[in-house]
């Protein structure tokens, strides 16, 4: 079963701008999988055709088998599940607790049931002690995970997260990173846009690198950050993470973490 | 040109404890000051206590002083304060005024209203374009920008006004790593050229190890810890205060503590490679 199949998928904006230029990505449940390239590069509008906000101009996109090309957005929430990247563009309710109940409220959940969802979400973002405040009190950092919540709270199988780490301290970022390996453990699909290379490469088992529309890398870690690919990299204005340069200077191979790099040192009995 | 918060204390209305708890810090011309610190910290209260939009715009109570040259910033009148003092809030979106049809336009409305005449608001849009690289988008709709485009054009905006000073709340938050590497160049150009001073709030202490001449942490409102960038990046103690160490200093410290390399060869490769 392939949670997600995007075939062909090209896009232009009616400004005239073609934003994906032929896209082909298949993602398998439970995989997690980060999607970096530069600013304009494509990525936003990629993962907003995943729950139908936008259409693709060309091509299909399959979740769970089905074409949804006609289907409508509401239907697909329930599968798929999405934070934007700018959070003040999610929230409009007036209690965090709110805010949070009302994806799971649109589902039909009710009662006990209800309060349960948001209570769980709330406390896997660490907001358990601001679940009575207006969203519009916290500060920037905790209004993204407070948009995360909101997206847990549906339990979609696929999870789109834009950005999740903008603004986040050591603690959020560890925080973000543990999100994403218990909703991998429940074998549910977790795919994010960023910038933070060291949380993609600290987190994700498989990355996608992106250019003018295109994808023009795909592989784990290790593969897109290997040494071969930095010519490729540096198209698309990118450094590979400087765990991996030391690695590739020191000859043990492709490094992507510091984890990574102590292993492979290690290893060699340096 | 100083810009100065002696035992500055901050508390939003209604709110139960100081979002800044006694803040001594001083701002002068030409350089540039990092702040760092945890989610919650005060961080983008010390931006609005700085730049004097609290508590003039933003309710609460202001305790201590902020002074620009010797003047309490809370006696200055509005425009007068704006035309000193220049912030780029943390969401720019909300930034943009929303009334220019095109992002040229989005940055000569400041210099405008200025009152500067055509070809200087001109000349000042185009330079600003200029210096983030971003001359291309001047006939987007800024309603139609992606979140890293919205981001240049407010800080390109506030650059067109030539403040001496600049407050900065994550300025590349949304931005890619070359996107990044532009604004820090174009700030550390402007402390350097235009003697402007620069107070720049960021998790990406990659950045800031670049372009900060002292870095400052903040932790719960206080400040914890002041000094030249390298010493205060390089402290272990970053860690405690939830900040996140630069990749130089994480990678040495990792092969440190795995027993690899002697200290200086590991020194000398990895000031080499972060550069």
């Given at each position: 079963m392939i949670a997600v199949d995007v075939r062909g998928v090209a896009y232009t904006y009616p400004s005239g701008v073609r934003a994906l230029d032929g896209v082909d990505l298949a993602i398998g449940p439970g995989e997690t999988l980060a999607i970096i390239g530069q600013n304009g590069s494509g990525k936003s509008t990629l993962v907003r055709?995943?729950?139908?906000?936008?259409?693709?101009?060309?091509?299909?996109?399959?979740i769970d088998g089905r074409d949804i090309a006609g289907e409508r957005v509401a239907r697909l929430a329930a599968t798929v599940g999405l934070a934007f990247q700018d959070p003040d563009r999610q929230i409009f309710a007036g209690k965090v607790r709110t805010e949070v109940a009302f994806g799971p409220r649109n589902l039909g959940l009710r009662g006990a049931e209800l309060d349960r969802r948001v209570a769980e979400a709330l406390e896997i973002v660490g907001l358990a002690d601001a679940a009575d405040e207006n969203p519009y009190d916290l500060g920037y950092s905790r209004r993204k995970l407070l948009s995360i919540a909101s997206v847990l709270a549906m339990r979609t199988p696929i999870v789109v997260l834009d950005e999740p780490t903008t603004g986040q301290d050591l603690r959020g970022v560890a925080r973000v990173r543990a999100i994403v390996a218990a909703l991998a453990s429940e074998r549910r699909t977790v795919i994010a846009i960023s910038h933070d290379m060291r949380f993609v490469a600290e987190t994700f088992r498989r990355v996608v690198v992106m250019r003018a529309g295109r994808i023009v890398l795909d592989g784990t870690p290790a593969e897109v950050f290997a040494a071969g690919n930095w010519p490729v990299l540096a198209e698309t204005y990118l450094?590979?993470?400087?765990?991996?340069r030391v690695g590739a200077r020191l000859g043990v191979g492709s490094t992507p973490t510091e984890a990574s790099l102590v292993e492979a040192l290690a290893a060699r009995g340096t | 040109m100083t810009l100065c918060l002696s035992a500055a204390t901050y508390r939003y209305a209604g709110a139960r404890r100081n979002a800044l708890d006694a803040v001594d810090l001083e701002l002068s011309a030409g350089t540039v000051l990092g702040v760092v610190g945890p989610n919650e910290a005060g961080k983008s209260t010390l931006c609005l206590?700085?730049?004097?939009?609290?508590?003039?715009?933003v309710a609460g109570q202001l305790g201590g002083s902020v002074t620009i040259d010797g003047r309490e910033t809370i006696e200055m009148r509005p425009h007068e304060l704006a035309q000193r003092c220049g912030i780029l809030f943390?969401?720019?979106?909300?930034?943009?005024?929303?009334t220019a049809a095109t992002v040229f336009e989005e940055l000569a409305f400041g210099p405008r209203n200025l009152g500067l005449p055509l070809p200087t608001v001109i000349e000042r849009v185009e330079s600003s374009l200029d210096a983030l690289g971003i001359a291309a988008?001047?006939?987007?709709d800024p309603s139609r920008l992606s979140g890293g485009q919205a981001q240049l054009v407010a800080l390109a905006a506030i650059l067109a006004l030539r403040p001496d000073f600049l407050i900065l709340d994550e300025p590349t938050s949304q931005l890619d790593p070359q996107g990044t590497r532009l604004v820090g160049a174009a700030l550390r150009r402007l402390a350097r050229e235009s003697r402007t001073a620069i107070l720049v709030v960021e998790h990406k202490t990659a950045l800031l190890d670049r372009l900060a001449d002292?870095?400052?942490?903040?932790?719960?409102?206080?400040?914890?810890?002041?000094?030249?960038?390298?010493?205060?990046?390089?402290?272990p103690a970053l860690l405690e205060h939830g900040v996140e160490p630069p990749p130089r200093v994480r990678v040495r410290s990792?092969?440190?503590a795995a027993g690899l390399g002697t200290p200086a060869e590991t020194d000398l490769l990895v000031a080499e490679l972060a550069t």
């Amino acid at each position: 079963m392939i949670a997600v199949d995007v075939r062909g998928v090209a896009y232009t904006y009616p400004s005239g701008v073609r934003a994906l230029d032929g896209v082909d990505l298949a993602i398998g449940p439970g995989e997690t999988l980060a999607i970096i390239g530069q600013n304009g590069s494509g990525k936003s509008t990629l993962v907003r055709h995943l729950n139908g906000l936008l259409r693709p101009t060309e091509g299909t996109v399959r979740i769970d088998g089905r074409d949804i090309a006609g289907e409508r957005v509401a239907r697909l929430a329930a599968t798929v599940g999405l934070a934007f990247q700018d959070p003040d563009r999610q929230i409009f309710a007036g209690k965090v607790r709110t805010e949070v109940a009302f994806g799971p409220r649109n589902l039909g959940l009710r009662g006990a049931e209800l309060d349960r969802r948001v209570a769980e979400a709330l406390e896997i973002v660490g907001l358990a002690d601001a679940a009575d405040e207006n969203p519009y009190d916290l500060g920037y950092s905790r209004r993204k995970l407070l948009s995360i919540a909101s997206v847990l709270a549906m339990r979609t199988p696929i999870v789109v997260l834009d950005e999740p780490t903008t603004g986040q301290d050591l603690r959020g970022v560890a925080r973000v990173r543990a999100i994403v390996a218990a909703l991998a453990s429940e074998r549910r699909t977790v795919i994010a846009i960023s910038h933070d290379m060291r949380f993609v490469a600290e987190t994700f088992r498989r990355v996608v690198v992106m250019r003018a529309g295109r994808i023009v890398l795909d592989g784990t870690p290790a593969e897109v950050f290997a040494a071969g690919n930095w010519p490729v990299l540096a198209e698309t204005y990118l450094e590979p993470p400087l765990a991996a340069r030391v690695g590739a200077r020191l000859g043990v191979g492709s490094t992507p973490t510091e984890a990574s790099l102590v292993e492979a040192l290690a290893a060699r009995g340096t | 040109m100083t810009l100065c918060l002696s035992a500055a204390t901050y508390r939003y209305a209604g709110a139960r404890r100081n979002a800044l708890d006694a803040v001594d810090l001083e701002l002068s011309a030409g350089t540039v000051l990092g702040v760092v610190g945890p989610n919650e910290a005060g961080k983008s209260t010390l931006c609005l206590v700085a730049s004097g939009l609290a508590p003039v715009v933003v309710a609460g109570q202001l305790g201590g002083s902020v002074t620009i040259d010797g003047r309490e910033t809370i006696e200055m009148r509005p425009h007068e304060l704006a035309q000193r003092c220049g912030i780029l809030f943390q969401n720019s979106q909300a930034q943009l005024s929303g009334t220019a049809a095109t992002v040229f336009e989005e940055l000569a409305f400041g210099p405008r209203n200025l009152g500067l005449p055509l070809p200087t608001v001109i000349e000042r849009v185009e330079s600003s374009l200029d210096a983030l690289g971003i001359a291309a988008l001047a006939d987007r709709d800024p309603s139609r920008l992606s979140g890293g485009q919205a981001q240049l054009v407010a800080l390109a905006a506030i650059l067109a006004l030539r403040p001496d000073f600049l407050i900065l709340d994550e300025p590349t938050s949304q931005l890619d790593p070359q996107g990044t590497r532009l604004v820090g160049a174009a700030l550390r150009r402007l402390a350097r050229e235009s003697r402007t001073a620069i107070l720049v709030v960021e998790h990406k202490t990659a950045l800031l190890d670049r372009l900060a001449d002292r870095v400052v942490v903040l932790d719960e409102g206080r400040v914890v810890r002041e000094g030249p960038t390298a010493d205060v990046l390089g402290d272990p103690a970053l860690l405690e205060h939830g900040v996140e160490p630069p990749p130089r200093v994480r990678v040495r410290s990792a092969l440190a503590a795995a027993g690899l390399g002697t200290p200086a060869e590991t020194d000398l490769l990895v000031a080499e490679l972060a550069t």
